[in-house]
């Protein structure tokens, strides 16, 4: 059975980005790469990876058949490779497919090129996330060669394309997935793709704060009260008073066009001015979705915004080329949902905003999409740029007398080098900083995304224990206190120092009160040590280049905490003149 059109969602990449939006008017006089009707076409056109092929009648858009690929294996994949002649794709403004997605559980799914100059990984293009083909619809998938960045950041070339490959990055070998794919083709600039508009001539006021009526008709609320307040005005006479409630749930206020989303094509930064009264510094979220967005994946959330303590901030948050979570490119032109929010809190919590706009002039906090790694860059080769670091080179005498050392990383994803967001985590960079001056100092990772205290323990303690680590490092999110209490003692049981790192990513909630637990389990238990970087990091320089649109840090941030945890190995030996963590009695 054809499905219909209107169950279409057109998705397009841009430079690292993907784009989504509406449904696309007929392209002319396309060129078809694999129409999907032949068996013997199939062969001669892709390489197919760690899956299974075949022609079926089902879920077909053009023609009488479709390409039935059941996914078997990480990275199973369709590829057309053509090194020898490389295909010229220059004359065409994108290449488009459709994919049909069976399950009742999204699919993901992403794209790479290479071109004739491509070298490596950070030669080619690659989108930093992956996109979750929505379950029982089909979705159009359109990738533009207008402007591909590699993530080294050269424009890749369309004349010359070598590698084109489609690949399933999440795929369980005991859980096999099947997407049918159909009308592959080459397509020139089409009537459904979205035109810029020019920049607006001034601002447009999405709320003045004047009048609390007004505000309410704007804002919609969940766990949040407002009320107009003559306090801390920016523009006018009157504020916003926001109460957000305590133990509610991503307490929050939002506008939601009830018929018509909003287009803001025309501008490139959303601002509102903050203050916050309270005697600590607050982190706000800012969300935007599009008419497309139905899940996590496929929205905008901005860099955490940290309001300083009795301070009015003017919060500019970079709305030129959003891009969701996993890399999709926002379509400005029907945004559906704005929403500031916080997290959950246990405490009530007061903000007090005004003059909440949109502005054609460019600034603000980007999502950090350009600040992923850097090109050419390794763990080793940021620790000889470090060693030379003026704050590092005097520690070096002291980084050099470390006696031999077995060190185990036991973290999330934040902390591995391998992660696309960054070029070396800020363990790996240390260590390697250290080992160039001191090779008797050795370390291994033990890795996973999302890695919680229970999945540490279950998954990795026992390779952690066979490693017979010296010390163990331990950057996990925390579950239940009696697990990682549990975690903790057998590692030191094993002889083992632990280490708990407070959360390094500083954008994820930093709990005082799980921070006082760990203190008051450290004065017990002599080879259990918190470090605090998390605090070191508020008011550095450049913050904002840290996160990048995942949610994960960027080099630049595991550079800084890479110079915090050299820093803080030296102080402890200085202080205590043995290697880190020890002093006489065996306590930090």
């Known amino acids: 059975m054809r499905p219909s059109p209107s169950s279409w ?36 056109v892709w390489q197919i990876g760690d899956a299974d092929a075949e022609l079926s009648a089902e879920h077909v858009t053009s023609g009488k058949s479709s390409l039935k690929v059941i996914l078997k294996k990480p990275g199973a994949s369709l590829r057309i490779e053509s090194r020898a002649r490389p295909l010229d794709w220059s004359q065409h403004h994108s290449i488009t497919f459709d994919a049909f997605n069976p399950h009742a559980e999204p699919v993901h799914l992403t794209i790479r090129i290479d071109d004739k100059y491509s070298k490596g990984y950070q030669d080619r293009f690659e989108p930093g996330g992956v996109f979750a083909l929505p379950p029982g619809r089909m979705t159009r998938m359109k990738l533009v060669f207008d402007h591909l960045l590699t993530k080294g950041g050269r424009l890749l070339d369309p004349s010359c394309i070598t590698v084109f490959i489609i690949y399933a990055p999440k795929v369980r070998a005991d859980s096999p997935q099947t997407v049918f794919f159909d009308t592959f083709r080459l397509t020139p600039l089409g009537k459904g793709d979205i035109a810029p508009l020019p920049p607006a001539k001034k601002p447009l006021v999405i709320d003045n704060c004047e009048s609390a009526d007004k505000s309410k008709a704007v804002w919609k609320t969940a766990g949040v009260t407002i009320a107009s307040s003559p ?207 001191n090779p008797g100092f050795q370390y291994k990772g033990f890795h996973r995304g999302m890695m919680s205290i229970s999945i540490a323990r279950r998954m990795f303690l026992k390779p952690a224990l066979k490693y017979q680590p010296t010390d163990t490092c331990i950057v996990v ?24 790192f407070d959360s390094v990513l500083p954008w994820i909630a930093y709990s005082p009160s799980l921070l006082q637990t760990y203190r008051d389990f450290d004065k017990k238990h002599a080879n259990a040590n918190l470090i605090e970087l998390v605090p070191r990091s508020w008011g550095a320089k450049d913050p904002y280049r840290w996160q990048f649109r995942d949610g994960h840090m960027t080099t630049y941030g595991h550079l800084f905490f890479a110079r915090e945890l050299l820093k803080e190995w030296a102080r402890i030996c200085r202080q205590t003149g043995q290697p880190p963590g020890l002093d006489e009695t065996g306590e930090n």
């Open 231 to 437: 306090d801390h005005a920016t523009e006018g006479k009157q504020s916003l008073k926001v109460t957000f409630a305590p133990k509610a749930e991503w307490p929050g206020m939002f506008i939601e066009p009830a018929n018509k989303p909003m287009d803001l094509r025309p501008y490139r930064t959303l601002r509102f001015d903050a203050h916050n009264p309270s005697a600590k510094d607050l982190p706000i979220y800012v969300r935007i979705d599009d008419a497309n967005s139905f899940n996590h994946d496929s929205r905008f959330t901005a860099n955490t915004v940290r309001l300083p303590a009795g301070e009015t901030t003017t919060v500019a948050i970079n709305i030129h080329r959003m891009v969701s979570t996993a890399g999709i490119r926002m379509d400005k032109s029907r945004i559906a949902k704005l929403i500031l929010f916080m997290s959950t809190n246990a405490a009530e919590r007061v903000i007090f905003i005004d003059n909440v706009r949109v502005d054609p002039v460019p600034g603000g906090v980007a999502n950090a999409v350009d600040f992923g790694r850097i090109p050419g860059q390794n763990p080793v080769s940021l620790a000889r740029e470090l060693i030379n670091d003026p704050v590092i080179k005097p520690l070096i005498p002291i980084l050099k007398a470390i006696p031999p050392k077995r060190v185990a990383i036991i973290s999330h994803s934040a902390s591995m080098t391998s992660h696309s967001a960054t070029s070396g985590s800020f363990f790996d960079i240390a260590a390697e900083t250290v080992r160039l001056v």
């Open 477 to 500: 999110f925390p579950t239940t206190w009696n697990e990682e209490r549990d975690l903790m003692l057998e590692l030191m049981k094993a002889g083992s120092n632990v280490y708990r």
């Open 9 to 44: 969602v057109v998705i397009a990449v841009i430079s690292q980005t993907w784009l989504a939006w509406g449904e696309e008017a007929p392209s002319p006089a396309p060129v078809s790469l694999d129409d999907c009707e032949s068996f013997d076409a199939r062969h001669q």
